[in-house]
């Protein structure tokens, strides 16, 4: 013998909804455990959906970040250790086969004070050859740690810390009329720009823009 329950669903007063509806269910037991079945079907897609997508972006962000690179080393005769002045912290490309190498004596400058520092100065290193190139303007004393070569607008970023003048990040323009050579364009300083809390600096969306951290 068959069991009807008749309903009444009450719906508010939207276009294209009825005001009253009569839902005459069949075998409702069955009908409730189709509902549930159906909703646990669907938790079970979307549970599967976000396990895709998760695994999909790790995936993604190992593959941005290199992780399955190997690096292998090149040959001794390829490699050479240049006595410099001072120590470089970082390097910045400039062209193919060529980098900028930023010097700074941060040893004597964190430990002393960068008055008892060793003056630095920027290099373009290519291949085993490193130059120490002539600047125009006078910068402050350089005491180099993170630096950028901005290909678009051509200059040269270096964050600087020389107590004297105070935290700064240091502005080349690079020029090559006759060789490589860079012309101080500014520092920027601020407030904000305790001494010895800069790192690194890059250029933003124009020359008139920097990120510092």
Not at 72 to 77: D, I, K, S
Request: hydrophobic share 45%; glycine share 10%; proline share 5%.
């Amino acid at each position: 013998m068959r069991a009807y329950t008749c309903w009444r669903l009450f719906l508010p007063h939207f276009p294209g909804f009825a005001v009253a509806r009569d839902i005459h269910l069949e075998n409702l037991e069955s009908v409730h455990w189709l509902s549930n079945s159906r909703s646990m079907s669907v938790c079970g897609w979307a549970v599967l959906a976000v396990a895709v997508a998760l695994g999909y972006l790790v995936q993604a962000n190992l593959g941005t970040l290199a992780y399955g690179k190997e690096l292998g080393f090149a040959a001794a005769e390829a490699c050479a250790l240049h006595q410099l002045p001072t120590p470089c912290e970082d390097l910045t490309a400039f062209r193919p086969g060529a980098l900028f190498a930023g010097g700074g004596d941060l040893w004597s400058t964190f430990a002393l004070g960068s008055e008892q520092a060793v003056a630095g100065a920027i290099y373009l290193v290519e291949g085993t050859k490193v130059t120490p190139l002539p600047i125009l303007g006078e910068p402050p004393k350089l005491v180099l740690h993170g630096i950028y070569f901005s290909a678009r607008s051509r200059r040269l970023y270096g964050v600087n810390h020389d107590e004297a003048t105070g935290e700064s990040i240091e502005v080349f323009d690079v020029l090559e009329e006759d060789g490589v050579s860079l012309k101080h364009a500014g520092s920027i300083r601020s407030p904000l720009f305790a001494n010895f809390a800069l790192n690194d600096v890059v250029e933003g969306a124009g020359k008139d823009e920097v990120y510092v951290t």
